[in-house]
């Protein structure tokens, strides 16, 4: 399903856009903008670690550390 959305997000971004350079309507550049940032907005960030404990066995230990943005000013 998910697979579905994405498609569907992709090809109403590519119709909006090209109608909207096009010169059909202001409206297509802001459907095609809406779309854009759903699909952005679903992704999940790189950033993000998930884990099953389950996978865990006895004794093991999982370390979670905080890290700030890294930009100019945080190197």
């Known amino acids: 399903m998910g697979r579905a959305i ?3 997000l992709r090809k109403l ?6 109608r909207a350079i096009g010169g059909d309507h202001w409206a297509w550049l802001v459907m095609a903008g809406a779309a854009f940032l759903l699909r952005r907005a679903r ?8 884990l099953d404990l389950a996978d865990l066995a006895p ?3 999982y370390e979670v550390r905080l890290v700030g943005p890294r930009g100019r000013r945080g190197r």
């Not at 971004?13 to 090209?18: H, Q, V």
């Not at 992704?43 to 998930?50: E, G, I, N, T, Y």
């Open 59 to 61: 004794g093991q230990r």
């Open 43 to 50: 992704k999940p960030s790189d950033d993000v670690a998930r």
């Open 13 to 18: 971004t590519r119709a909006g856009f090209r």
């Open 6 to 8: 994405d498609a569907l």
